[in-house]
C-alpha cells in the first residue's frame, strides 16, 4: 500500500500582513512535505486563508469594500509570499470557496442531528481582535487575558455545542496518545486545561453577518473558529468524496500551528471531530514565537520582520536554513540580522560551499570532469561511508519529531565528515603521483558520492541548493524518488561533473 503523508500549516486570517512567524510555520511544514516526499511518500501538503468574522467585516467596512473584495485583494499577499519563499502546497484552502462552506455546514448537521447542538442565549466578555470570549474570572484588569486589549459585554441569542459532554474522552485520548499535542509542556498545560471543566461552547453569532449562515436559521452565523477548523478536511473533499483524499490522507499526520491557537486545535477541534463521528488528527505540533532583537515583534515598535524583505536581501535559501537551524522547533526563538549573517557566512559559504565547490573543481582538474571508478576502500574511506549510513535513521528520526535544528546539526556532521576526508586523504598530493591514480580515483569518487547524499539531505531545507547541486553531479532531482536514493553508491563512475561557482558567497559586515 502507499505510505501518505498529510500536513497542514493554520489558515491565516486574511486581516493580517504576512509576518516571519506566517513564514516560519509554513516553511517548516514544506519542509517536511519535501522530506516525506523524497522518502517515496505521497503527500499532501494544505495551507491557506480564514476569511470569515467580525474583524474581516469591521476591517473591509472601514475601506469601503465588501469582505469578499477584501480577502481577495489581501489572500494574493500569502500567495505571492508563498511562491517566493518556494512553497510547494497541494492546496491553498479558502473559507469563502463553496466546497468548505458546505463542509461546514455538513459537520453542523451531524453533531446537531446528535443533539449535542442547542438554541440558548450568551452572555459574557467578547474580545473581538481573538475572537474569543472570556469569563468575567478570567479578564485580567477587565481585559483580554491574551491580548490586553479591551473586552465588550455581549448578550445574544446563540447556538452552543455540548463541548462539556466531550471531556472525558478528550482526556482519555490524550492520556492514550502522548504523542497528540507536541512539544510535551504544551500537553502538559491543556491537560490541566481541560481537568478545570469544559463549559459549552457558543458557536454562533447574530451581530454580524459575515460568515457561513447556520443551516435553518440564517439569522445565525457560524463561529469563525468551527468554520475555521473544518478546512482541514473540507480541502480534502469532505463531505462529498469519501472514497477519494478523504480516504486517503485523513487522519492528519500533523498540524502544525503557533502556540497561540493550541487549545483552539486540541479542545474545540478534537471534540467537535469526536461529536461527528471522525478520527482525530495524529498530532497537533504548536511551534514557539520569534522576537526581534529580544523584543517581542509589533507594529508599534516597527520591528515587525518582513520576509519579502529578508529574501530580498539574503536569498531564499538562506532564510529558510537559518529558521530552521538557529531554534529548536518548539521553542520561542529571537531574530537577529547578525546571527543570519554568521549563519550564512560559517555554515552555507565555508562548510557547505566551500565542499561543494573544492570537490567539483578537483574533479575537472584531475579526471577532466568525469567520474571516476572507485578502487578498493582503505580505513578511512570505510569510516566515511559508515558516517554517512548511520545518518540515513538519525534524520529520520529527528525530522519525524520535528526537530529540524537537530536534523540539520546531523546534516551538518556530514558536511564536517566530507571536509575532513579531504583534509585526511591529500588529494593534491595523490595527484603528484602517477602511481597513486586508482586512489586518486577512489578518494573523488566518495568525495562527490559525499556531495550528492548532503545535497539530497539539505533539499527539503534549501530546494534551489538541493537542485543546483544535484544538477553538477548530473542526478536530476526528480530521479527515482525513493528511499534507496539514500543509500551509499548512487553516483555512476563516467558522469560528467560541472565545476560549482560558490553557492553562497560571503556577506561582508561592516
Not at 459537520?107 to 452572555?123: P, Q, T, V, W
Not at 531554534?327 to 560551499?353: C, M
Not at 577532466?368 to 535513521?393: C, R, S
Not at 603521483?433 to 533539499?459: C, F, H, P
Amino acid at each position: 500500500m502507499e505510505k501518505t503523508f498529510y500536513i497542514t500549516t493554520p489558515i491565516y486570517y486574511v486581516n493580517d500582513v504576512p509576518h516571519i512567524g506566517h513564514a516560519y510555520t509554513t516553511i517548516a511544514c514544506d519542509v517536511l512535505a519535501r522530506y516525506k516526499k523524497e522518502r517515496g511518500y505521497k503527500v499532501y501538503f494544505l495551507t491557506g486563508t480564514d476569511e470569515h468574522g467580525q474583524k474581516v467585516e469591521k476591517a473591509a467596512q472601514a475601506n469601503g469594500e465588501t469582505p469578499l473584495e477584501l480577502a481577495d485583494r489581501v489572500v494574493k499577499r500569502f500567495q505571492s509570499l508563498w511562491e517566493k519563499l518556494n512553497i510547494d502546497n497541494t492546496d491553498f484552502i479558502r473559507t469563502t470557496q463553496e466546497r468548505h462552506k458546505k463542509a461546514v455546514e455538513e459537520i453542523f448537521r451531524r453533531i446537531e442531528a446528535k443533539k449535542d447542538i442547542y438554541l440558548g442565549e450568551y452572555e459574557d466578555w467578547y474580545c473581538t481582535p481573538c475572537e474569543t470570549f472570556w469569563t468575567e474570572k478570567q479578564l485580567l484588569d477587565g481585559n483580554c487575558p491574551d491580548c490586553g486589549r479591551p473586552t465588550d459585554k455581549l448578550r445574544e441569542e446563540s447556538y452552543f455545542f455540548r463541548m462539556s459532554k466531550y471531556q472525558d474522552a478528550l482526556l482519555e485520548h490524550i492520556e492514550k496518545n502522548p504523542d497528540f499535542i507536541q512539544p510535551r509542556t504544551r500537553r502538559n498545560e491543556i491537560l490541566s486545561f481541560i481537568k478545570e471543566g469544559l463549559r459549552d461552547l457558543s458557536i454562533s453569532r447574530t451581530t454580524f453577518n459575515w460568515g457561513i449562515p447556520v443551516p435553518g436559521n440564517d439569522k445565525h452565523v457560524i463561529y469563525v473558529w468551527f468554520d475555521a477548523l473544518t478546512n482541514y478536511i473540507s480541502s480534502l473533499g469532505f463531505p462529498d468524496d469519501p472514497d477519494g483524499n478523504f480516504k486517503d490522507f485523513w487522519p492528519c499526520n500533523v498540524h502544525v500551528i503557533g502556540k497561540d491557537i493550541l487549545r483552539f486545535h486540541t479542545v474545540y477541534w478534537p471534540t467537535f471531530l469526536l461529536a461527528a463521528g471522525i478520527p482525530l488528527p495524529e498530532k497537533v505540533f504548536a511551534h514557539g514565537w520569534w522576537t526581534v532583537e529580544g523584543q517581542k515583534m509589533s507594529k508599534s515598535l516597527r520591528n515587525v520582520v518582513e520576509p519579502n524583505m529578508l529574501v530580498d536581501k539574503y536569498g531564499v535559501d538562506a532564510i529558510r536554513y537559518f529558521l530552521l537551524r538557529e531554534v529548536p522547533f518548539g521553542l520561542d526563538g529571537d531574530f537577529s540580522h547578525t546571527a543570519l549573517v554568521h549563519r550564512i557566512n560559517s555554515d552555507l559559504a565555508n562548510d557547505h560551499g566551500n565542499l561543494v565547490s573544492r570537490s567539483t573543481a578537483m574533479v575537472n582538474k584531475y579526471f577532466d570532469g568525469v567520474l571516476p571508478q572507485p578502487g578498493a576502500d582503505e580505513e578511512v574511506d570505510t569510516e566515511l561511508k559508515q558516517i554517512f549510513n548511520n545518518a540515513v535513521a538519525t534524520v529520520d528520526q529527528h525530522m519525524n519529531n520535528l526537530a529540524f535544528n537537530k536534523a540539520l546539526q546531523a546534516i551538518w556532521e556530514l558536511v564536517s565528515a566530507a571536509n575532513k576526508y579531504i583534509d585526511d586523504t591529500a588529494p593534491w598530493a595523490l595527484a603528484k603521483d602517477d602511481s597513486q591514480k586508482e586512489r586518486l580515483g577512489t578518494v573523488m569518487y566518495n568525495l562527490l558520492e559525499a556531495v550528492r547524499l548532503i545535497a539530497l539531505y539539505t533539499a527539503p531545507f534549501m530546494p534551489e541548493t538541493g537542485a543546483k547541486v544535484l544538477a553538477l553531479l548530473g542526478d536530476s532531482e526528480e530521479s527515482d524518488v525513493t528511499d534507496v536514493r539514500f543509500d551509499w553508491g548512487g553516483l555512476k563512475p563516467g558522469t560528467k561533473i560541472t565545476k560549482s561557482k560558490p553557492l553562497f558567497p560571503r556577506i561582508e559586515t561592516e
